[in-house]
């Protein structure tokens, strides 16, 4: 069967048939890429059972249904599997990472605002990581802002109250203990917006530091959220 060159959408032919079958597969193909949201990237093995219009972006070595589409598009429509090859510059979003990407024309490339045409990148990442505070009068996080990035800021939000003999808190990292935020809430739902005036890059990775104010720590958790830019090399 015939199909349009972008999004592989099939074609009536002049004396075909059942003309509604072919022209309701398009359309489910198209309720899939259209505002395209992707179950999941990393998937190999197609789930038993999918809902209607529920799309993945197919990763080397899938199998079952999948095996052969490497790198494409499956939506689950009329009760089976329909492909789409994408394209440079196709966008959608990851449910399963919530994050936007951007096909670069082999892979989808999450976090990307711009790409030259040999690969080079600039991204927009926020890594978000829960980090429970142990007693003392600080808490190193387990989760650490990533080597080489530029940080905008960092932001946070008490999920369970902040307990011990503290007045109040800081978030920065060794050195810079209020980098951050200082006199931060104890109660949950209290938050630290930590906008830098001077975007800051580091070179390593390196964990937030939680430091106590006026007293140590006793518990509670925070939700802690690193807004960070990041850049990919040209290829060969």
């Given at each position: 069967m015939a199909e349009t060159s972008q999004l592989n959408l099939p074609l009536l032919s002049p004396?075909?048939?059942?003309?509604?079958?072919?022209?309701?597969?398009?359309?489910?193909?198209?309720?899939?890429?259209?505002?395209?949201?992707?179950?999941?990237?990393?998937?190999?093995?197609p789930p038993l059972s999918a809902e209607e219009g529920t799309s993945y972006a197919v990763p080397a070595g899938a199998v079952n249904d999948w095996a052969g589409w490497d790198g494409a598009v499956a939506t689950f429509a009329n009760g089976g599997w329909v492909f789409a090859v994408p394209r440079r510059g196709w966008r959608g979003f990851v449910a399963d990472e919530s994050v936007t990407v951007l096909h670069d024309g082999n892979v989808w490339q999450a976090g990307a605002l711009a790409l030259s045409p040999n690969g080079a990148g600039t991204f927009l990442k926020v890594d978000e990581f829960d980090h429970v505070i142990g007693a003392g009068a600080s808490s190193t996080t387990t989760g650490q802002i990533a080597s080489g990035v530029m940080v905008i800021a960092v932001t946070a939000r008490v999920l369970v109250a902040v307990t011990g003999t503290l007045t109040a808190w800081q978030l920065g990292t060794a050195g810079a203990a209020d980098r951050f935020g200082s006199g931060l809430g104890l109660g949950a739902g209290s938050y630290a917006r930590g906008m830098l005036s001077a975007p800051m890059t580091y070179w390593g990775a390196a964990p937030l530091l939680l430091t106590a104010t006026g007293g140590e720590f006793a518990g509670g958790t925070v939700r802690i959220a690193v807004h960070s830019l990041d850049l990919s090399l040209p290829g060969m």
């Open positions: 004396s075909q048939a059942q003309k509604h079958v072919t022209v309701n597969e398009a359309l489910a193909r198209l309720d899939g890429l259209t505002q395209m949201v992707l179950a999941s990237r990393t998937a190999t093995v």
